[in-house]
């Protein structure tokens, strides 16, 4: 077998992993809920790829993730007789379908071109499409009467996007702060909480000290959220930025002839500063 730049060849490959006669018996013993690490390290890996501007690598990460999609895909369709059993074709014409529906200003009428006439439409097909997924899911006997409201918000997603996604499924319901400086003062009062708990001790107080600092997190995301800031991003670039200037406090011990572990606090605080005036 040669390698192809036809997907059908990966999918077969995937067929033959999972074949129980002749496969990889790590691939056999695979189930969804084993691979679901897997999944995610590799969309983080493309991530990173993207971020390092390296294309080769990205190149090489987006194929590990679409064979993870693959492998998903051959999985479901070895639930013979279960009634939402599905292929890889079917998860190709799925999103297909959704993607020519979702832009009509594309495939459709270009009358619709317009940014705030592409909003609308965006909006209304996406009800069509909620109204035709449940109507799919009751066909199949599969049961969403339960469904609390906020559990359009995946489980599985970061705890950074996860409370961006709570508070703006909340927010379609009036739930949401008015103002970005409510936040601030929210914040000002969860740091309070925080104090507070610190104040009565951390050994025997852990848990409700965590409680409050995750209180104080999720208020830090909201505020993101609404001055239109990706939580995720900032904090990514604050990672970076402390990355340069811890940097820069090694390289300037160095070139002192000194080190991190030799330096005092103090020591390392005034290159601190200078790194922040560079």
């Not at 832009?103 to 609308?120: E, N, T």
């Not at 000194?258 to 606090?265: E, G, N, Q, V, Y």
Request: hydrophobic share 40%; proline share 3%; with cysteine.
């Amino acid at each position: 077998m040669a390698p192809s730049r036809d997907i059908a060849m990966l999918v077969e490959i995937m067929q033959r992993l999972r074949d129980k006669q002749s496969g990889c018996p790590w691939d056999i013993d695979q189930t969804f809920a084993s691979i679901i690490p897997y999944t995610i390290e590799e969309a983080y890996e493309v991530q990173d790829a993207i971020e390092r501007d390296d294309l080769d690598d990205m190149r090489e990460e987006l194929g590990d993730l679409l064979l993870q999609v693959i492998f998903h895909a051959q999985m479901a369709s070895e639930l013979d007789g279960h009634p939402a059993q599905f292929d890889f074709g079917d998860v190709v014409h799925a999103i297909t379908k959704k993607m020519i529906r979702r832009h009509p200003h594309v495939f459709g009428d270009v009358g619709q071109r317009g940014k705030a006439l592409v909003r609308g439409a965006w909006e209304a097909i996406k009800q069509e499409e909620k109204a035709e997924r449940a109507e799919r899911r009751a066909s199949l006997g599969l049961d969403d009467s339960n469904k609390a409201f906020l559990d359009d918000v995946p489980r599985g997603f970061p705890s950074l996007l996860a409370a961006v996604k709570l508070q703006k499924q909340a927010s379609k319901v009036g739930f949401d702060w008015n103002d970005p400086l409510l936040v601030l003062d929210k914040i000002a009062e969860e740091i309070e909480e925080v104090r507070e708990e610190i104040k009565r001790g951390t050994e025997e107080n852990e848990q409700a000290i965590k409680e409050e600092i995750g209180d104080l997190l999720f208020a830090v995301a909201n505020l993101a959220r609404h001055a239109h800031v990706d939580p995720d991003e900032a904090l990514t670039s604050a990672n970076q930025k402390f990355r340069d200037r811890f940097g820069y406090i090694e390289q300037q011990l160095t070139r002192q002839g000194s080190s991190l572990d030799a330096a005092t606090l103090d020591d390392m605080e005034a290159l601190w500063q200078q790194a922040k005036k560079r």
